[in-house]
Structure formats: structure tokens, C-alpha cells
Nanobody
Framework: VQLQASGGGLVQAGGSLRLSCAAS????????IGWFRQAPGKEREGVAW????????DYANSVKGRFTISSDVAKNTVFLQMNSLSPEDTAVYYC?????????????????WGQGTLVTVSS
């Protein structure tokens, strides 16, 4: 079972990035997927989650209206489209999975984690 996060990089403030989380060894049909981030010296923060069976999703207040989480079940991949990025969004971004149709932004609920991908937003 593996989650592979990718798509991070360096972008200027106001720019966009799309992160991908590709799953292998599990079918996302039965999982909730969350995106989390951790900035240096800060605790890990839940950013967004999606229930892939019916598309329910939710976001942290800090990213609402700027980030969009989506899934492509055929590709077993979840995406995080990030627009209007600011330096405050700089962090290592992680995707995680939980076998639940009712995920949340709580990191403790997730038991499968991918490696992080670094997002750096310059001012």
C-alpha cells in the first residue's frame, strides 16, 4: 500500500500548483483522502479531504475558495489544485488515506501516509 504525492515546487505569490496523490495497493473507492501540510516549526495542519465514493469534500478555512480537492477514481489519484498561493502556504504537503466514508481534517484519523512534497511560495 503506497501513496505517492507529487507536484510541489517553487512558485511566486499569486501563482498556482496542482498536487497529485497516486494510490497503489488500495482502491480509493473505499477510502477518504486528506491533504495535510506542515510548515517549519508548526504542527501538521489539515487542508482538505474528499470522500471518493460520493465526492463530499471540505476545506480548512485558510484555503477555502483557493484550493480545490478532486479525485479521479479510474486513475486512483486525488488532486489538490492550489490557486492564489501566498508565502503562508509554504509547507511540505502530505496526502493520507483512511478507510472511512466520513473523513475529516484530523490527522490522527488517517493511517496511510504518503511522503511529502515541498511547496515553496516566494513573495
Amino acid at each position: 500500500v503506497q501513496l505517492q504525492a507529487s507536484g510541489g515546487g517553487l512558485v511566486q505569490a499569486g501563482g498556482s500548483l496542482r498536487l497529485s496523490c497516486a494510490a497503489s495497493g488500495i482502491s480509493l473507492d473505499y477510502y477518504g483522502i486528506g491533504w495535510f501540510r506542515q510548515a517549519p516549526g508548526k504542527e501538521r495542519e489539515g487542508v482538505a479531504w474528499i470522500s471518493t465514493d460520493d465526492g463530499r469534500r471540505d476545506y480548512a478555512n485558510s484555503v477555502k475558495g483557493r484550493f480545490t480537492i478532486s479525485s479521479d477514481v479510474a486513475k486512483n489519484t486525488v488532486f489538490l489544485q492550489m490557486n492564489s498561493l501566498s508565502p503562508e502556504d509554504t509547507a511540505v504537503y502530505y496526502c493520507a488515506a483512511v478507510r472511512s466514508y466520513y473523513p475529516s481534517l484530523g490527522a490522527h484519523e488517517y493511517d496511510i501516509w504518503g511522503q511529502g512534497t515541498l511547496v515553496t511560495v516566494s513573495s
